[in-house]
Every structure is written in structure tokens, then in C-alpha cells.
């Protein structure tokens, strides 16, 4: 059995051109959890809800459109006996549901009713047959823990009260009988070897997500393990490997460096991880994410289910054929009336018919506006419109005085102004001919050939543009224009980072601590 977490970080661009199924066969797994869909209900596409080979299980925010959400597809041989949404059975109206919900008393109705909003968990229950041949259950609970956002204290309760609600849950389910693995992004590094930067060490420990993972897992050769009855697969196999990360940041480019922390886990119940777990991997090499995807590998084998429970989205009315999208319904439809069977048509008929479509197709009628007139001009007149101020002032002046306006005079002006093949009809409205050579429309090559660098040589005299990136000084390369984007006096501000990935301070291909405030009106 082989089971896959990945946050992906948004699931249409995850999927990508090539589309889901080649996504989710290039992971090669039976059961694939996915974690940041971004996608509600009403945004989903049968393409991405029913995958040939696989069937699939959607939570959905209910809060926000484009956030959180997650997403189990498992292939027809691992379908699952039972589905369900969340973890407290607030969204489960149907029959098929997992059930054990543990003790959520310690938990107010609108707790509850907050932390299952945001579409963070599915859990659905599988048969499977163990290395000994022995037939069990396996819950897998797939899972995207809230991230504690320093500028909003209250999230960091709201990820603790999560926490708790996800140990009540699959301690209740691991108490009814059967195995039990979460797999998700659970958005803390556990241990200092699991941060690029941990930073001051008491300080790290004292971390409340880590504290809640220091109380929930089980290590081997330590105190003090009664009541813990999971364990973190990778560490259990991997206990000492370092650089060992799953997540990094996209903005400092810190991936090109190994430069992040490891926040995806999977975690199994004890009995589990030691008679039937193989194998526990990262695959950094998979691309599309700010994640990459983590894997184990069980002894054992699923026994698939017949028949998809009923929160599968192929049963999903939409899908379903029982019920039509409203954008159906939004889209206009030109109403034509039908001849009765057996009619002939008549040649007044057809030509009634032909005359309906040429009015259709012919030009606007008088009083309404075509809207291409709005995006077209002709040359002559645009030219004109741009030297018709200068030109006037000229002729106004002459005409003051009582003078003739030299027609190369005119002929000079629209030079000066830019103007190719404007001096015909500048020409006609003072009553002489135009110039030899020149003629209407665009002009011969002779006449407008360095218009254009002069042109450009006064923009670039008007519009200087932004100053030139300056250089880090350890690397004498450019540097990066950033902006400023936390709350405080400075939000909004622009200044210049190092152009190089952010990583090891040790590490010479990292970035350097160059830092430059940038000048208001040169970025």
C-alpha cells in the first residue's frame, strides 16, 4: 500500500496542462491526499471531481472562496467503505459516514462549528489485509492544519483549538478497533532538525504547535510515552537525517538552496508503524508547489470497497445528471420558432428568412453606435489631431497679421510635430496645394525615416523610468526590489534585498544581508 500527502498549493495549477489523472498517476499511489485545493463547490469542474481510475472525496470552505480545502482520490482498488467530511459530523447527512467522533463536549457549538467551516479535513475507512493476513480497517484522515498568522493572535487559538479536535478524533477512531493514519500539512516543524533556522532553542520548544506535537507523538527511548499512540513515519525510519524539508518559500527563492522546514507529515498509530510501515519519503523532486509531496509504503494491501460511499463527488447532483449548474441558465439562447413537420417552404419564405439575416449582419442601424468606430482612426486624422494645436497657432498669428503662411512653413511644422502625412491636409485648409513628394496617407521612407528615434529620444528625456537596481556589495550583483507588506509604519514601502536565494548564512551562494531602502520616485 502505498499512500501520498501533498499540498498543492492550489489544484488547478497543480493539475496543469497535462491535466489531474496524469498528476495523480506520475504519483503512483493508491490513496493521494491533497491539502489547499482552493476551490469551493461551486467553482469545481467535473474534470477535476471525477478522474477515470480514481474516485475522489472534497471538503470545501465554507468562509472563503479560493482558500483552504482538501481533496482524497483513491484508486478504484483502494475505494473506501465509509466517507466523510471534517471531523465532528456537523456535515454529514448520509449514510456511509465513519463515525467515532470522540468527546467534543469541551468544544462550544459555534467552536465547532468554526473550526469545520473552512473545509480542513476528510476521513474516509478502508478494508485492508495486513502482512499476516489478517483483515482490518484503515482511517485514513486527510488534513490541512490553520497557520498561526503572527498579525492575528486569534489564529494562533484557533490552530490549537484545531489541534485538539484532530487528537480527539483519531484517538476516538484508533479506540474503536483498526488503524489510523493523518496525513496533511500540520503547519509546525516538530524539531529543530526539521527548521532550515530554529533560532534560539527555548524559545523554538515553547512553540504551542510544538508542544501539542511533543504530547501527541510517540518516540521510541524516551520517558514519559504513556497516552501518546501515533508517531511521525519519516522520523520513526529517519531519526537523524538532516536537510530533510518539505516546504520552502517561493519569494526568496529558498528551494534552489534547500532552505525550508518540514511541515507535512504523515503520522500512523504505533502498531502500524511497527509491524507494517517499509518505507518513508519526501519527494522533493516533484515541482508545482511551495510543498513537495511526502510517501510511505505499507506491507499490506487494500481490499476495495464495491461500491463508493455517498460523499464521493461522482454523486454529487452536478455530476449526477439530476440537476443542472446555474450558469445554465445564465446563458442567453436566441429563441427560434420551428416549422410544424411536414412543412414546405415558399419562396417569399426563405427570402423573408435571407432578408432577417443580412439585416442581422449589416451595419448598425441609424442611431445606435457601432462599438469598433470607438477603436479606430484613421492615420490622416490622428496626425492631425496631434499637430492641429501648433499648426493653429501659426495660422492664427499669420492671419493677425495680416501675412500668407508659407506653405513650407507648414511643411516644417508637422515635421517637427512627428507627423507623417499630415501636411496635405493641413495644406487644404489654408487654401494652397500640397508640397511635391509628399502624399496622403503613410510617406515615403525619405520623408519620416528618423522620425521615430527622435521620438524616442524625447520620451526617454521626459520619462527617465526607475533607477537602475543597485548592487549588493558582497556580490556586486543586482539586487531585488521587494515591497513591504506587514502592518506597521513602513507597510507599503519598496527597498532592495540581495538578488541570490535566501539560505545558509554559511552557504556563499546565498544571499547576502544587503539591504537599501528604495528613494521615493525612482522605484
Known sequence: MRLVSWNVNGLRAGAGSAGLRHLLDSLGADVICLQETKITRNLLEESLAIVEGYNSYFSFSRTRSGYSGVATFC??????????????????????????????????????????????????????????????????????????????????????????????????????????????????????????????????????????????????????????????????????????????????????????????????????????????QILSEVLGSDHCPVQVTLKGVFLGAPRCPPLCTRFLPEFAGTQQKLSRFLVKVEQTSLPEKGHMWGEAELNTVRDSKKRRVGPPLKGQGDLRSFFSRTAEAADSARCSPTLNTIQNTAEASGEK???????????????????????KGLG???????????????????????????????????????????????????TVKKQGPNRGRRFYVCGRPLGKPSDPRARCDFFLWARKGNS
Open 405 to 427: 503662411l508659407p506653405i513650407n512653413l507648414a511643411e516644417r511644422t508637422a515635421d517637427e510635430c512627428g507627423v507623417v502625412g499630415a501636411t496635405k491636409g493641413v495644406a
Open 432 to 482: 494652397k496645394e500640397p508640397a511635391l513628394g509628399v502624399t496622403d496617407g503613410n510617406c515615403g521612407n525619405d520623408l519620416g525615416s528618423h522620425r521615430p528615434n527622435q521620438s524616442a529620444a524625447l520620451w526617454k528625456t521626459l520619462l527617465s523610468g526607475p533607477a537602475p537596481a543597485p548592487q549588493c556589495k558582497v556580490h556586486g550583483e543586482p539586487c531585488v526590489l521587494r
Open 75 to 280: 484508486k478504484a482498488s483502494a475505494t473506501p467503505e465509509a466517507a466523510e467530511e471534517g471531523l465532528t459530523g456537523l456535515f454529514t447527512k448520509h449514510d456511509g459516514a465513519v463515525g467515532c467522533y470522540g468527546d467534543t463536549e469541551i468544544f462550544k457549538p459555534e467552536e465547532l462549528q468554526s473550526l469545520e467551516s473552512e473545509g480542513r479535513a476528510v476521513v474516509t475507512r478502508h478494508r485492508i489485509c495486513t502482512s499476516k493476513q489478517q483483515e482490518s480497517t484503515l482511517t485514513i484522515i486527510n488534513v490541512y492544519c490553520p497557520r498561526a498568522d503572527p498579525e492575528k493572535p486569534e489564529r494562533g487559538d484557533f490552530k490549537l483549538q484545531f489541534y485538539r479536535l484532530l487528537q480527539a478524533r483519531a484517538e476516538a477512531l484508533l479506540r474503536s478497533g483498526g488503524h489510523v493514519v493523518i496525513m496533511g500539512d500540520i503547519n509546525t516543524a516538530h524539531k529543530p532538525i526539521d527548521h532550515c533556522d530554529p533560532g534560539d532553542l527555548d524559545s523554538f520548544w515553547k512553540h504551542p504547535g510544538r508542544c501539542w506535537l511533543n504530547s501527541f507523538l510517540w518516540e521510541p527511548d524516551k520517558d514519559f510515552q504513556d497516552g501518546k499512540y501515533f508517531v511521525d513515519t519519516f522520523r520513526f525510519l529517519h531519526p537523524g537525517q538532516k536537510d530533510a524539508y518539505t516546504c520552502w518559500c517561493n519569494v526568496t527563492g529558498s528551494r534552489h538552496l534547500n532552505y525550508g522546514t518540514r511541515i507535512d507529515y504523515i503520522l500512523a498509530d504505533r502498531a502500524l508503524a511497527s509491524s507494517e510501515l517499509e518505507e518513508a
